[in-house]
């Protein structure tokens, strides 16, 4: 279980993110809106333990991710917005380092490279070189490099950008899946997409988590309207 107890970050003196707080359960998918710089990346560069909060704790199975960070982050896949992929590598031999790099013994990093690449299906292209591949395909493989060890904390920032709607009905089946051992928390703009698989919706809005919204037993096209309504600070 991942417990975020108010998280406070100021950048330059302007107040970012204040007092959040929110839990995500094992099995959960939890999805973090908002308008444009409303702090949903700094949100999940603290919880990746990128970036230090002013105040407040993280807690994963109710141990501190900053005390122990080096724990923490075996335990953690983060997806930022932006990754670089080594062009030059096959994605089996990019896959490969990224496990060693992990820390991985290396008697299990077959296999966990098999799983990775079945999960986000990319098993197909393992002998491609990854500059022949599309940006959709990219972000599988930066998905699959996340999921390596299946991570206990899956933190994706951003992740349907830039995805064709076949694309993007294929990255709700990953995740529904990676949610069977993992809490994922994911941010984007996408809100019908989002609510196909998410459980709920937290609307960050000043800084503060303004409105907590349920998937369950809701249209996807409802979701969407109270989601929209909720970031702009519209009453239901």
């Known amino acids: 279980m991942l417990d975020i107890r108010n998280i406070a970050f100021t950048y330059r003196k302007e107040p970012v993110l204040r007092n959040v707080s929110f839990v995500v359960s094992p099995g959960e998918t939890v999805s973090v809106v908002g308008a444009n710089g409303a702090g949903k990346t700094t949100l999940l560069r603290i919880l990746a333990t990128l970036a230090v909060p ?31 992929l080594y062009d030059d590598m096959t994605v089996k031999e990019y896959l490969i380092y990224r496990a060693r790099l992990k820390g991985e013994p290396f008697k299990r990093i077959r296999r966990r490279v098999g799983e990775a690449s079945e999960m986000c299906r990319i098993a197909d292209l393992m002998r491609r070189p990854i ?47 990676a949610a069977a051992f993992s809490s994922v928390i994911v941010t984007g703009h996408e809100i019908e997409d989002l609510s196909k698989w998410t459980t709920r919706f937290l609307v960050l809005r000043d800084g503060v988590i303004s409105a907590t919204i349920g998937a369950s037993g809701v249209t996807p096209s409802a979701l969407r309207d109270r989601v929209a309504a909720a970031i702009k600070g519209e009453a239901e």
Request: zero cysteines.
């Open 54 to 84: 002013d105040s407040g704790l993280v807690l994963s199975d109710g141990r501190n991710a900053f005390a122990h960070p080096v724990e923490y982050r075996r335990q953690l896949g983060y997806l930022p917005e932006n990754v670089s």
């Open 131 to 177: 500059r022949w591949l599309s940006a959709g395909i990219k972000k599988r493989v930066a998905l699959a490099d996340a999921l390596l060890l299946r991570p206990k904390v899956l933190l994706l920032d951003d992740f349907l950008a830039g995805l064709d709607t076949e694309m993007r009905d294929t990255a709700g089946e990953m995740l529904s899946e």
